[in-house]
């Protein structure tokens, strides 16, 4: 089994979704960036209009607005602390 990383999206009201991903892929201040198991410990500023993407174990995946806030990488996972964050469709043209 591939390795995974353990993702929590959480906004200021709530904690929005957490469980297994393949790859975290969030726009921040400093450009696009995405995170696989192993990346290196970082935090980045999330830009502003954002959206937040993960991919599922199996391939499907499921996106978030999000505005405000950071994204944190650690040897835990991935957890995204955002201001708000609501449900979005996936396009192809990201």
Do not use: C
Not at 62 to 88: C, D, H
């Amino acid at each position: 089994m591939a390795e995974q990383l353990n993702v929590q999206l959480v906004a200021v009201e709530e904690k929005v979704w957490s469980g297994k991903a393949e790859m975290v892929m969030a726009r921040t201040t400093e450009g696009e960036l995405g995170v696989l198991p192993g990346h290196a410990p970082l935090l980045g500023q999330l830009a502003e209009p954002g959206r937040v993407r993960i991919k599922l174990p199996g391939g499907e995946q499921i996106a978030y607005e999000v505005s405000g806030g950071f994204l944190s990488v650690n040897g835990q996972g991935v957890t995204v602390l955002a201001e708000s964050a609501t449900p979005a469709s996936v396009t192809s043209d990201n």
